[in-house]
């Protein structure tokens, strides 16, 4: 309430009744208690002002605290030294559906969950230990609803004297963090799959594409294990007739007669390299195979030692021997070169490349594609370069993105690039491409091996 200093201007001048009232003496002593009571009442209405600017000053502040709390999307818990919650802020309550009044005063581990509880409960412990409490994340129990995961800090309240008065706790809520994490993780999850499928899918096309390749690469040893074969099933025969003769006891020389028209000596000298050449086709045939499963296997594969020359040469026989118009392969590189590393990668990386420039080639009579296999320092490049057409401009910046093609629906899925650049990557090395000066393009692989046998 405020007070009216004018109000001094009404306190009794006149003179007091009674028998004093004639007395000067008396008189003067009126005056001067008059005056010390004004000067009393002076001060106590300098005072109150104060006091009045003071406590608006202070509601000022209050309010102004009590915004700055209310606005905070943290929660806040104040504690005095022996744990008993003193504030909290309105995201707590609103958090935990709870009144002001009902927490004041009580534990403030009872606010977390029993599994944080643990976690918290050494917080005070800590601090009165002169120890910094670590950031850590606590769940708060929410009635009626799952709890709320906050990323906890905790720092020490000290009084004027710097003596330990309490804790704040400041709670970021991280569920929603927590939650837009999971639908990330889900996402990628998605996304791996998905790219999986992809490149599932551009395998089993380039796979479809290369099958009369292939079926032309086992043909050869198939046709000469046949050929063996039938040339020592008539060795064969040739050899029960001599020995059924040498049976029925015929004469030496009728014997010797018979060997020769037989050609038995031939026949005793071709078997050793006859069933040599077989198991090399039978061989052969296998390790087609095994290129194919692995060509067609969606397993991560171990590095492996091999022969990388060797590893080309098939790419491109596979390739080149489903062309109608073959264009001539021009191979620069050692005979053979033994590294270390993911073979079926390699493999499919190349044959894509090849089956790119045998595409841009066919029709063309003249077709050239130019194979370089370099050892450069730790790192394998294979180039393969073509005289078709070369890569537009505006194709250049798209080449490696899924699914840009310029070929006709049904001929090109637009991920042969994509799926090899990928490759390249996880691998550590990476698949240029660039068109030559005289025409023609130009893709260059590098990868990272182990090199075993140099050249
Ligand atoms: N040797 C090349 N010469 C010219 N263009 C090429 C060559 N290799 C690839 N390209 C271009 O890159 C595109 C993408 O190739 P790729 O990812 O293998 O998919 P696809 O072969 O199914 O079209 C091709 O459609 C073509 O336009
Ligand atoms: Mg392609």
């Not at 130019?370 to 450069?376: F, T």
Request: a negative charge; proline letters at 5%.
């Amino acid at each position: 309430m405020a007070v009216d200093r004018s109000k001094s201007a009404i306190l009794p001048t006149a003179a007091p009744p009674g028998n004093l009232a004639s007395d000067g003496a008396s008189e003067d002593v009126w005056i001067d208690v008059i005056q010390k009571m004004d000067e009393v009442y002076s001060d106590l209405v300098d005072s109150q002002t104060e006091l009045e600017e003071k406590n608006a000053k202070l509601e000022e502040a209050d309010t102004f605290i009590q915004s700055v709390l209310g606005a905070m999307t943290d929660v806040l818990i104040v504690c005095d030294a022996r744990g008993r919650i003193q504030q909290v802020n309105r995201q707590l309550l609103t958090i935990t559906h709870r009144e002001e009044i009902t927490l004041l005063g009580t534990r403030f581990s009872d606010l977390f969950t029993k599994d944080s509880q643990p976690t918290v409960a050494g917080f005070l412990d800590s601090l009165i230990s002169g120890q910094e409490v670590a950031p850590c994340d606590a769940a708060i129990s929410v009635p009626d609803g799952p709890p709320a995961v906050v990323a906890l800090s905790c720092t020490p309240r000290r009084d004027p004297r710097g003596r330990l008065a309490g804790m704040v706790m400041v709670g970021r809520p991280i569920g929603e963090l927590q939650r837009a994490y999971r639908a990330l993780d889900a996402a990628q999850e998605q996304l791996s799959e998905t790219q999986q499928r992809l490149l599932v899918s551009e395998k089993m096309a380039a796979l479809g594409r290369l099958v009369a390749g292939v079926a032309h690469e086992l043909n050869n040893p198939i046709s000469f294990v046949f050929g063996n074969m039938y040339a020592l099933k008539r060795y064969g025969a040739a050899i029960r007739k001599y020995l059924t003769a040498c049976d029925d006891g015929l004469p030496r020389a009728d014997l010797d007669d018979l060997r020769k028209e037989l050609k038995i000596d031939k026949v005793l000298r071709d078997i050793e390299p006859l069933v040599d050449g077989t198991q090399e086709g039978a061989e052969r045939v296998r390790d087609i195979v095994e290129d194919l499963r692995r060509f067609s296997s969606n397993q991560e594969e171990a590095p492996e030692t091999f022969n990388i020359i060797r590893l080309v040469h098939t790419a491109v026989d596979w390739v080149i021997k489903a062309q109608r118009i073959k264009p001539a392969i021009e191979f620069i590189g050692p005979d053979r070169l033994d590294v270390t590393g993911h073979k079926g990668h390699i493999h499919q990386i190349v044959v894509n490349l090849v089956q790119n420039a045998a595409d841009v080639l066919s029709g063309c009579s003249d077709g050239k594609i130019r194979v370089i296999c370099e050892n450069d320092d730790g790192m394998i490049a294979i180039k393969v370069a073509d005289n078709g057409s070369g890569i537009e401009p505006a194709a250049m910046d798209k080449l490696f993105e899924p699914f840009f093609t310029t070929k006709p629906i049904g001929s090109g899925t637009g991920l042969g690039l994509y799926v090899s650049y990928n490759m390249a990557l996880k691998q550590g090395g990476d698949l240029q491409a660039a068109n030559c000066p005289d025409g023609g393009a130009e893709f260059t692989l590098r990868i990272p091996v182990h090199v075993s046998s140099p050249q």
